[in-house]
């Protein structure tokens, strides 16, 4: 099971660290992508950290500003999130797979899913 925490309540300009944590798995085994849902939108890529050439990949809307990284020790993957903007306001969920790389940003691509954490950003 995956379970993400971190979210809350931040103004615009701040910032939010998001973590992934894994029960029964080994994280560092798996791509682990963040996703975010705002309300009456579709669920969206953010980030992902690919497990075949441990790269990180980005959405262009969060380019510069968000950092997704492992932390393998503690079975974590986080989502450092910096000059949030209230556009960044949705329910972010963590979600393991083992997508190609062409297929990284499909939430179709992975098979576990954690159930969300909310980011609100004010103006």
């Known amino acids: 099971q995956l379970q993400a925490s971190g979210g809350g309540l931040v103004q615009a300009g701040g910032s939010l660290r998001l973590s992934c944590a894994a029960s029964?798995?080994?994280?560092?085994?798996?791509?682990v992508g963040w996703f975010r849902q705002a309300p009456g939108k579709e669920r969206e890529f953010v980030a992902a950290?690919?497990?075949?050439?441990?790269?990180?990949y980005y959405d262009d809307s969060v380019k510069g500003r968000f950092t997704i990284s492992r932390d393998n020790a503690k079975n974590m993957v986080n989502l450092q999130m910096n000059d949030l903007k209230p556009d960044d306001t949705a329910v972010y969920y963590c979600?393991?797979?083992?997508?190609?790389?062409?297929?990284?940003?499909?939430?179709?691509?992975?098979?576990?899913w954690g159930q969300g954490t909310l980011v609100t950003v004010s103006s």
């Open positions: 029964g798995r080994t994280l560092r085994t798996y791509t």
């Open positions: 950290m690919l497990v075949q050439n441990n790269h990180a």
């Open positions: 979600a393991a797979g083992r997508p190609i790389l062409s297929t990284v940003s499909r939430p179709s691509a992975y098979g576990n």
